[in-house]
Every structure is written in C-alpha cells, then in structure tokens.
C-alpha cells in the first residue's frame, strides 16, 4: 500500500536486495502497481549504500522509469540501522527529489535497542509501516503512518488490495494494548537472543555469529545440510519447530519465554554431541 501510495504506473522504488516489500511480497509493486522495482545490495549493517543508490538513480529521459521512492528497512533482519543513517537518507532523498518510506515492521526493537523514540528515528521519514503482531504481539495487524494526502489513497488502495475491513475495531483494541504494553519488553526478547545466541554458538557442528545477533533474530547454520535436517527432525519430536534449511533463523518473541530458550539449547546440545 505504502508503495502504491507513493508510486505511479511506470514510477521505480530503490529498496535492499533482500527487503521484505522487494523480496518477500511474491512481486506486488511490480504485478499490482506496474512500479518497477531497483534492488541495490544490502551493506553489513543493513544501510543502502548512498554511493551506490546513486548510481542507479535514472535520469529524467523518457528511456527511463522515473525514479521517485526511496524505501529502508528498519531492523533488517534483526540489524538496526545506525542512527545517524536517518538524517543522511533524508538529506540524501530531498537532494535526488525521491519520497523515503520506511518498512518499520520492526521498528519498536530499534527504538528499544537505541533507547530513543519512535519519532526520533521516523520523522526523517515520509511514511513508515510499523507491524503489530511480530514483536509486539498483537494477534493480526500492521499500520502505516504518513501524511493525510497519502493515507487517503493508501485507504483507497487497501480497499482495492481487499484488506478494508468494516469490524476492525476488536483488532485495533489488541494493537493500541500491544502500543500500551509490549514495546518496553522487547528487550526481554533481544536478551533471549542473546542468550539462545550464545548457547548455540558453543554448540558442535554450529556456526552462529553472535556479534551479528543485536536485537531478537538470530541464524544459525549446521556443517552439512543433513546435520541441519537431523536437528530439525529430533527438535520436533521435543515439541520445538524450526524452519529454514543449513542456514535457519530463531526468533525470539512474546510467546517465547526463558524457559524455552533453555529448553531448546538443552535438547540441541543433547543431539549434537550424540
Ligand atoms: C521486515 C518486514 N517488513 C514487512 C513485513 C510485512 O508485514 P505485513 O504483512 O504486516 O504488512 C514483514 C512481515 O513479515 C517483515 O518481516
């Protein structure tokens, strides 16, 4: 919706090459919005590379699509962006004449992790998607925020999307209790993370990065594809599902207390020193 908003038929949005509204939203700017999408490669700490955006913004020649958004993501993939970074992208949009969305799907463990508000980091920005139900909690949901002109045809393009939705309000009440009540414990969830992390990386056969874990998701991968296989089928006789393949994300949330953190390490310390 954020995209549509902002972008018209044959307009371009830059975002990461790994981003969730490039790579996980089975193509829907392109096949809904006829916006055409410009992936650049993420850098280590999760920034766009302004050097590299700016090669790869078009010209004003009809040859081109017009390069009009700018979208980040913040955290991605568990990394949060620097905070300076906002500043620099929003000098870095106004001069190029580009729009600068952000997906904040997890944004509140940025501001958790920072110790700094929501509006702190947001308000360099011309819209923001902040997810309800990941960190926070919520049963269902996610909200975007902008200024009233680009709400307006979000709305209308949601009705198009068919996410208008005439009985929200039992859903609402569960974000504003999240917005009231989970933001400040998140940083439960970032030191089970760490703890889970941490407990991994000492693990035979486990390569897990822990300098790379700084909010509540963690990789980890498995020397062989069948060891990885292995540990997920005696995980789930334990009652513990993880997903992926050699390389396998946990991520720490809510439902997941210290216990089960415990309870996980336990069982994948007795398979692998089988
Ligand atoms: C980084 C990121 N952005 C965006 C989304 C999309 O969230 P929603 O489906 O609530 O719009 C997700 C959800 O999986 C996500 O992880």
Redesign the pocket.
């Known amino acids: 919706m954020a995209l549509l908003s902002h972008c018209q038929r044959g307009d371009e949005y830059i975002a990461g090459q790994e981003?969730?509204?490039y790579k996980?939203?089975a193509g829907g700017a392109a096949v809904l919005g006829s916006i055409q999408p410009q992936p650049i490669e993420f850098e280590k700490n999760a920034t766009l590379d302004f050097r590299k955006i700016e090669t790869k913004i078009k010209p004003d020649d009809f040859h081109f699509a017009r390069t009009r958004l700018l979208c980040l993501?913040n955290?991605?993939g568990g990394k949060v962006l620097p905070f300076s970074y906002h500043q620099e992208a929003r000098t870095f949009a106004d001069k190029h004449n580009l729009a600068l969305h952000l997906?904040g799907?997890?944004v509140f463990h940025a501001v958790v992790k920072q110790g700094v508000t929501l509006a702190d980091i947001t308000r360099h920005y011309d819209s923001v998607?902040i997810?309800?139900?990941?960190g926070l909690g919520a049963p269902v949901?996610?909200v975007l925020c902008g200024s009233k002109v680009l709400i307006d045809d979000a709305r209308r393009w949601r009705k198009i999307l068919g996410g208008g939705m005439r009985q929200a309000g039992v859903l609402a009440a569960a974000g504003l209790y999240a917005l009231d009540n989970n933001i400040e414990r998140l940083q439960d969830d970032h030191h089970h993370a760490r703890i889970l992390a941490e407990g991994l990386s000492g693990l035979p056969g486990i390569t897990c990065d822990t300098n790379e874990v700084q909010t509540n998701i963690v990789y980890i991968s498995t020397q062989t594809p069948e060891m990885a296989d292995g540990l997920r089928a005696y995980l789930k006789t334990q009652g513990i599902m993880i997903g992926g393949g050699q390389r396998m994300r946990l991520v720490t949330h809510i439902d997941i207390s210290l216990n089960a953190i415990e309870k996980t390490l336990g069982h994948c310390a007795n398979y692998l020193s089988q």
């Open positions: 981003a969730h509204t996980y939203e993501e955290t991605h997906d799907a997890r998607s997810c309800l139900s990941k949901g996610s």
